[in-house]
């Protein structure tokens, strides 16, 4: 599920070690680059035909996050096995500690994980420093990689979410390959049927409707048998999660950016005249319609308010309520539809995404077995059993989208399959990649607080692009 929830003190360390790390040149270019040169990868020490076995007796280590994707992944290791003859050792932390013994780990360079689970935007931390392995020279090397991987079957908006040149404010897409997309989730919003039903409401389709059917549900859920159910669950706890799913989807669909970019440098935008007005705007709609104890709220309490029937919508990842939805899984489930959202005044669905992704230590000594490794954990036939399966839930590839046996797993969901067709080629990560983002995000975090505390929205931003810019200065 969308636990990523740790908060700045999660990336102090990460801040030490890049401090204290020299950058290392990147190696290679990025896989649509067209040029063959990979700039002395060992990617280039594999020639010949494809072999699956090229690596047999090898052991290749994994640190893993605990997850539904793990556990998918840990029941059927025992096929990679069969087919690489390569073993997989592994351990798993909860995330309120994963991200630190990975960053521990990759800043010591050890290497005591050949693989590991990251999210796309950690690529903005450990990229720079060199950790990460350029994946583009082995992808385009069909030596190492086998031919029914199928590149072009990813959805390419989730490729280019981990592809990026290093360069602080350069788009995504752009340079090495420096993560794998292996799970995603899209922020739309979910809702009560049940709710909905009883007080005449249907799905907001613009961010004004959004607001006034939260304070609605608030107002009069109550009295409709709704005991203490209230419009809208969205996070609000002083941590940069709380930015990047529904808060920053509705920004981006409002045509707002967090940072501009000129000539390499960026500039704050988050107190911009219409950025500001958002921002106000959230806040009351939060102030009317959400939960009273709202500044504490991460995902968890979004998602299980969902499922207890004390939230009558949910703006977040489709996860979050995937889970309240299955039957069985929570007293609202089989009364949980979803929706993608309100439109930005132009129509616009831009969505922010979260991409749980696999990536490469580039101090490893087992490149090659880890190479296989990665193939198989992102290729076809493993994710399909995942989603089929287990609760891989969101596919990183086409074919498993369109798999009927995918369609026939979530029909029973009212609107799953349809929202996520609608926000698919939409989905994107729409904040600016740079070192500073868990910096950045957490102090907006912290502004959108003060803001729904009661102080001006206009002060308040200011004060936060001043020193945000001063940091980036």
């Known amino acids: ?12 360390a990460l801040g030490a070690a890049l401090a204290a790390t ?34 047999k007796g090898t052991t290749v ?26 073993e997989v050792e592994y351990d798993v932390f909860p995330e309120d500690n994963y991200f630190d013994k990975l960053t521990v780990d990759l800043s010591s360079g050890r290497a005591s994980y050949d693989v590991f689970m990251l999210g796309a935007y950690m690529v903005w931390q450990y990229g720079p420093p060199g950790w990460l392995e350029d994946l583009g020279p082995w992808m385009r090397n069909s030596s190492a990689t086998a031919a029914e991987w199928d590149q072009a079957d990813f959805f390419p908006n989730l490729l280019q979410a981990d592809q990026w040149s290093l360069k602080a404010g350069a788009p995504l897409g752009q340079g090495g390959q420096y993560a794998l997309p292996w799970g995603w989730e899209t922020n739309v919003v979910a809702y009560n049927t049940d709710v909905f039903r009883k007080l005449g409401l249907r799905p907001a389709e613009t961010f004004d409707e959004l607001r006034d059917i939260a304070g609605t549900i608030k107002r009069k859920a109550p009295g409709a048998g709704f005991d203490g159910m209230y419009g809208i669950a969205v996070r609000g706890s ?16 409002n045509g707002l950016k967090d940072f501009t970019v000129e000539d390499g440098r960026l500039t704050p935008a988050m107190n911009s005249p219409e950025a500001v007005a958002f921002t106000r705007d959230w806040a009351a709609m939060v102030k009317q319609g959400g939960p009273p104890s709202w500044t504490s709220y991460t995902w968890y309490q979004c998602s299980s308010d969902l499922g207890a029937k004390k939230a009558g919508m949910l703006f977040d990842a489709d996860t ?29 669905l831009a969505t922010n ?12 000594r087992k490149k090659s077995a880890a190479w296989l490794f990665l193939q198989w954990a992102t290729g076809k036939e493993h994710l399909r059993e995942g ?17 009927p046996a995918y369609k026939d797993k979530m029909k029973h969901l009212p609107g799953f399959i349809e929202t996520f067709e609608t926000v698919v080629d939409q989905t994107r990560i729409q904040f600016t990649p740079q070192e500073q983002f868990f910096d950045a995000t957490t102090s907006w975090a912290a ?26 200065g």
């Not at 599920?1 to 102090?12: C, E, I, Q, Y």
């Not at 994994?62 to 003859?85: C, R, V």
């Not at 089929?388 to 596919?395: A, K, M, V």
Request: glycine share 12%; net charge neutral.
């Open 387 to 403: 989603a089929i399966r287990h609760n891989h839930i969101d596919p990183v590839r086409k074919s498993i989208a369109d798999d």
């Open 353 to 364: 995404m979260w991409i749980w992704s696999l990536g490469m230590n580039a101090r490893s």
């Open 1 to 12: 599920m969308d636990t990523h929830a740790h908060d700045r003190r999660r990336f102090l």
């Open 447 to 472: 502004a959108l607080q003060e803001i729904y505390g009661g102080q001006g929205a206009k002060p308040v931003l200011d004060d936060l692009a001043g020193d945000l810019a001063g940091k980036l």
């Open 61 to 86: 280590k994994a640190l893993l996050n605990k997850h539904p994707y793990t556990d998918a992944l840990i029941a059927d290791l025992k096929s990679f096995t069969e087919k690489t003859g390569i």
């Open 320 to 348: 979050a309520a995937y889970f309240q939805a299955v039957e069985g899984a929570s007293p609202a489930s089989g009364r949980i539809a979803f929706h993608p959202g309100p439109k930005g005044p132009d129509g616009s």
């Open 22 to 55: 020299p950058l290392l040149s990147a190696c290679g270019t990025g896989f649509g680059g067209g040029d063959d040169k990979s700039d002395g990868s060992a990617a280039d020490d594999v020639t010949g035909s494809f072999d699956w076995k090229r690596e």
């Open 238 to 253: 002083r941590s940069w999660a709380t930015i990047h799913p529904g808060f920053m989807t509705m920004y981006a669909r």
